[in-house]
């Protein structure tokens, strides 16, 4: 408590700067990325039966779908129907996420891309790939991708508070552990709490090239000296 209050002002110019520069950078030079998301339903014989025996098998047809809308005959049908060089069956591949539900009915495809567009036109994509390509089950489409309004990442008030808070922990144990190995005594009552003792006097520093100083002179009475 005492660092911190000893060394306040410079901890919270640490963390003033620090919290600044963080924020100007996410603002102005971290490529926003957006998200869009399509929602179908998987239909397969069988699959929404609700017993338990049969839990098992609908979640097994489910990661098996989804690691097939992943696979590379379906991303090269995505490639293809996009016509752009820059999204390779890879790039694709990087920015697609597929998930269901615990119910194992609900397909989710989410695309990642660095426009609104972009991502929107990747999630339509690869689900219409999926329903072409993927013959394990007829996939219907509940909810299209929609236009995302604003960016997934990076989020400024969550960088700017992680940068606040490493700032301001950084810079408060750098000056806690200045404090331990500093030796100096530039108090009384620093100099009485390290030996024990009480204080008895203490003697001034004085300034010979600044202050005039009496002396007195035994024979010659008191003068005035530079």
Request: glycine share 4%; aromatic share 8%.
């Amino acid at each position: 408590v005492n660092a911190l209050l000893k060394h306040l002002i410079i901890i919270l110019a640490v963390v003033l700067i620090v919290s600044l520069a963080v924020g100007i950078y996410t603002a102005f030079f971290v490529a926003p990325v957006y998200t869009a998301s399509t929602t179908s339903l998987v239909m397969v014989d069988d699959l929404n039966a609700t017993q338990n025996s049969n839990i098992s098998t609908t979640i097994n047809i489910m990661s098996t779908y989804a690691r097939s809308v992943l696979s590379d005959k379906t991303m090269k049908f995505v490639s293809d129907y996009i016509k752009n060089e820059e999204y390779t069956p890879q790039v694709i591949k990087s920015l697609t996420t597929v998930t269901y539900d615990s119910g194992g009915i609900i397909l989710y495809i989410t695309a990642m891309g660095t426009t609104p567009e972009n991502a929107q036109l990747l999630a339509n994509a690869v689900t219409e790939a999926a329903q072409r390509t993927v013959d394990i089950a007829s996939l219907q489409v509940i909810n299209s991708a929609q236009l995302p309004s604003s960016p997934s990442s990076p989020s400024l008030v969550t960088n700017v508070f992680l940068a606040a808070v490493i700032s301001f922990v950084l810079a408060y144990g750098i000056c806690l552990v200045i404090d331990l190995y500093n030796t100096k005594i530039v108090s009384e009552s620093q100099l009485s709490t390290s030996l024990g003792l009480p204080v008895i006097g203490v003697i001034p520093v004085v300034d010979f090239s600044d202050e005039r100083i009496e002396y007195v002179n035994s024979s010659e009475g008191v003068h005035d000296a530079e």
